[in-house]
Each structure stands twice: as C-alpha cells, then as structure tokens.
C-alpha cells in the first residue's frame, strides 16, 4: 500500500522561529516524486518545494528545505525565519509513475506574532 | 499566466440531483487531476485526464465521472448525490509528461455542500 504519514496533527511556534514537519512514507517504487503543499485559508493548494527521488541533494526554495531520507522514507519540511503568512494546513504527498498524488493527513502549522 | 480557474466556487444541491463541476487549465497544461477533500477523509484522488483519456481513476463509485475536452478543459460529474458527497473538489493541472509533469498546480476549489 501506498501511504503517507504526518505525526504532527498541528504545530504552533513564534514568528521568525525554525520549525520543522515531519512526513514518513510508504512505497514500493523506485521512482518517485515527493511534494510539501500549503493550503492556508484561502483554500488553494500551493506547491512549496519538491524533490526528486533519485537525487541525493536536498531540495531548497528560499527559507524552505527539505530533509529527504530515502532509505528511511523520511522526507522532512524545514522553514526557517518563520512569517505569520506560513500559517496554513501543510500537506506532504508523493507521486508514481501514474500521476496521482498520494497525500498525508496535513499539519496544521500556526505562526504566532 | 491565469491559472487554474475552477467554477463555480460555490454550490449548494439536494441529495439526489446531479452536478456538474468545471475546471480550466493552465494554458498548455496537457493533465487534469480531480482530488476530492473532506475533514474526514482528506485528500483523495478521484481521476486523472491526458489529452482527453482518462489515464487513472481513483476509488470512487461510478456516480463519480468526468471528462476532457480538446482545449484540455475538464468537466466532473456527480449523479445521484448523498450528503457524504460534501467536499471541496480540487482541480490540479500539470504538463502531464516527464518529470516537469509531476508539478501540479491547483484550483481554489468547488465547495460543494449537499443537503
């Protein structure tokens, strides 16, 4: 089966903290896509950073890494200086060769003043 | 570059009427995803269109359908709603080929609300 797993059903730091989410998952391909997605309450979906799975190097965008472990199935979200517009639901999902994405269960992240 | 545009955003329907749901891709996006999201159940995947042939369907009953047409334009239909059909209803397009492919950029939604 094909699953993802998001321990953290919500997380709440101050502004200009690190945080760091954690996704662990599950699957039998070797190939495969990994993906953090914001969804604040706007409701819209927004890609945050994306990693491929046969590169070795973490994936960065800006304040945003990844810690991706692939023999563990660990692909972790760091933000760093963290700003009150990161407040959002944050989803970790993965995708195969067919195109679907497979999603966590999210984290509610809150960013206080 | 307009995004994904998915109408309508609202929607309010008696159990057992039909819907229908549209969504309209980034200009050259090829792929349509529908993903269906609920408290309960999260984010599932309902089907993905390429060039108006659906490539993979999720585990939904057959009330759930959709379509693709030439401009890559996606439609979704429910028929015979139940109460258990309330969802957001996401639309994500994406090139659809290779590994630029995979990068999926949503819509705002469908709130469908079924009473």
């Known amino acids: 089966a094909q699953t993802v797993t998001q321990s953290q059903p919500e997380m709440s730091v101050q502004e200009a903290e690190t945080v760091t989410l954690s996704c662990t998952y599950d699957?039998?391909?070797?190939?495969?896509?990994l993906f953090w997605y914001k969804q604040p309450p706007s409701r819209q979906m927004i890609l945050v950073i994306r990693?491929?799975?046969?590169k070795q190097q973490n994936a960065t965008e800006n304040r945003f890494s990844v810690n991706f472990q692939k023999a563990a199935k660990s692909f972790s979200l760091k933000i760093s200086d963290s700003q009150l517009g990161d407040t959002a639901m944050y989803f970790c999902?993965?995708?195969?060769?067919?195109?679907?994405?497979?999603w966590g269960a999210g984290t509610k992240l809150i960013i206080k003043p | 570059k307009a995004g994904v545009t998915q109408t309508p955003r609202y929607l309010i329907k008696t159990r057992g009427q039909q819907v229908t749901l549209s969504c309209s891709p980034i200009?050259?996006?090829?792929?349509v995803s529908w993903y269906q999201q609920t408290p309960g159940q999260g984010l599932q995947f309902l089907f993905e269109?390429?060039?108006?042939?659906?490539?993979n369907k999720g585990n939904f009953p057959g009330r759930f359908s959709g379509r693709q047409f030439s401009n890559s334009r996606s439609e979704m239909n429910v028929s015979t709603l139940e109460l258990g059909d309330s969802a957001l209803y996401l639309c994500?397009?994406?090139?659809?080929?290779?590994?630029?492919?995979?990068?999926?950029?949503f819509g705002q939604g469908t709130r469908l609300t079924v009473v």
């Open positions: 994500a397009s994406s090139l659809g080929e290779g590994a630029r492919g995979t990068e999926a950029f």
């Open positions: 200009s050259g996006h090829r792929s």
């Open positions: 269109y390429f060039s108006e042939t659906q490539r």
């Open positions: 699957t039998s391909e070797n190939n495969y896509y």
């Open positions: 990693q491929e799975a046969y």
């Open positions: 999902a993965f995708m195969i060769s067919n195109y679907q994405l497979i």
